[in-house]
């Protein structure tokens, strides 16, 4: 598979909850891109991981929003104490350092958290 | 703070029909502009990507242009077809290296009537 995948590609949760997403990005891409989309908007910046690093957090990222992205492969994105506020769609991309000018982002599916 | 506008928000036309996306944005410092295709509750599809030193794209019937220095680029899509509704984002990335990530406009939703 040469795509971004994510998983869940669906998560209901009951508020107050702790709910963690999966994202594997292209195996070339070294950096890897979080935003969150809710209806009817554009996606928004939320998280930026060149290899392992963490380098840019946006001021929509909370405290109980945490990032990881060990060994510079996959990241986990987790939501702590869940409000109906982060209802949203949750999309990961990725990107090469040194093809990005060619190729741009590439996206995935996303997972749709509902908190209920 | 880098903005994008995109018009009109909602566009609904016939099949067979050539159309134009527009897409705006406040500052012309940026490296490159990306359209995609999102379906509903799915994630985005690329496009197609233009650099900020090029002025056009195309990809089949898809052409988007870039005029960078009055903030906008359009996406033309040519003898439109039922499978092409869809909603269409335009996003900018700025030119201070990967932590500026993309800006995104709120997208055009495209209904092709068969």
């Known amino acids: 598979d040469t795509g971004v995948s994510q998983d869940p590609r669906h998560k209901i949760t009951k508020r107050g909850q702790n709910v963690t997403f999966r994202c594997d990005p292209i195996s070339e891409h070294n950096r890897l891109y979080w935003y969150r989309q809710t209806l009817g908007q554009g996606p928004e910046f939320l998280t930026y991981?060149?290899?392992?690093?963490?380098?840019?957090k946006s001021r929509l990222l909370s405290d109980r929003f945490s990032a990881e992205r060990p060994k510079g492969s996959f990241s986990t994105l987790e939501i702590q104490r869940t409000e109906q506020g982060d209802s949203a769609m949750y999309l990961c991309?990725?990107?090469?350092?040194?093809?990005?000018?060619?190729?741009?982002?590439?996206f995935g599916s996303g997972t749709r958290l509902t908190v209920v | 703070k880098q903005e994008v506008t995109q018009i009109p928000a909602a566009l609904s036309v016939p099949e067979g029909e050539n159309l134009v996306l527009n897409c705006s944005f406040t500052?012309?410092?940026?490296?490159?502009l990306q359209w995609f295709r999102q379906d509903p509750g799915k994630g985005l599809t690329s496009l197609l990507l233009?650099?900020?030193?090029?002025r056009e794209q195309t990809s089949g019937r898809l052409n988007a242009s870039l005029d960078k220095s009055s903030g906008r680029s359009t996406l033309y899509i040519a003898a439109s077809q039922p499978g092409d509704s869809a909603t269409y984002l335009c996003a900018v990335k700025g030119t201070g290296g990967g932590a500026d990530g993309l800006t995104f406009g709120k997208g055009t939703h495209l209904i092709i009537q068969p």
């Open positions: 991309a990725s990107s090469s350092a040194l093809l990005q000018g060619n190729y741009g982002y590439t």
């Open positions: 500052d012309s410092a940026i490296y490159n």
């Open positions: 991981f060149q290899n392992e690093a963490q380098l840019e």
């Open positions: 233009i650099q900020s030193s090029q």
